[in-house]
Nanobody
Framework: QVQLVESGGGSVQAGGSLRLSCTTSAYTLSTYYMGWFRQGPGKEREAVARINTGGATTYYADSVKGRFTISRDDAKKTVYLQMNSLKPEDTAMYYC???????????????WGQGTQVTVSS
């Protein structure tokens, strides 16, 4: 069983920045596609960003392209999501996820973190 633990959420004003971190108790994360989903109030869980094994390829939802950056440090067993130019519509619970599949959808996730809240005020 892989446990994922997120940190770094909080409350910021629009235009601000946050960096989310996700670390694990597992022996390694290097064999997994890693990334983030989010779920706003009354909304479905949606994919935000994904990084492949090795870190050479990334995917971003159109709504966050140019503002969010995902990275991974396998030696530290940690994945990061740098969020800049935050908007009120970015307000959501953010979940770290690990998958053995490149297809990035909630159905393809093998392991979830417990979530960290991000609140952006206007």
């Amino acid at each position: 069983q892989v446990q994922l633990v997120e940190s770094g959420g909080g409350s910021v004003q629009a235009g601000g920045s946050l960096r989310l971190s996700c670390t694990t108790s597992a022996y390694t994360l290097s064999t997994y596609y890693m990334g983030w989903f989010r779920q706003g109030p009354g909304k479905e869980r949606e994919a935000v960003a994904r990084i492949n094994t090795g870190g050479a390829t990334t995917y971003y939802a159109d709504s966050v392209k140019g503002r969010f950056t995902i990275s991974r440090d396998d030696a530290k067993k940690t994945v990061y999501l740098q969020m800049n130019s935050l908007k009120p519509e970015d307000t959501a619970m953010y979940y770290c996820a690990a998958s053995g599949l490149s297809r990035w959808s909630p159905e393809s996730v093998d392991y979830w973190g417990q979530g960290t809240q991000v609140t952006v005020s206007s």
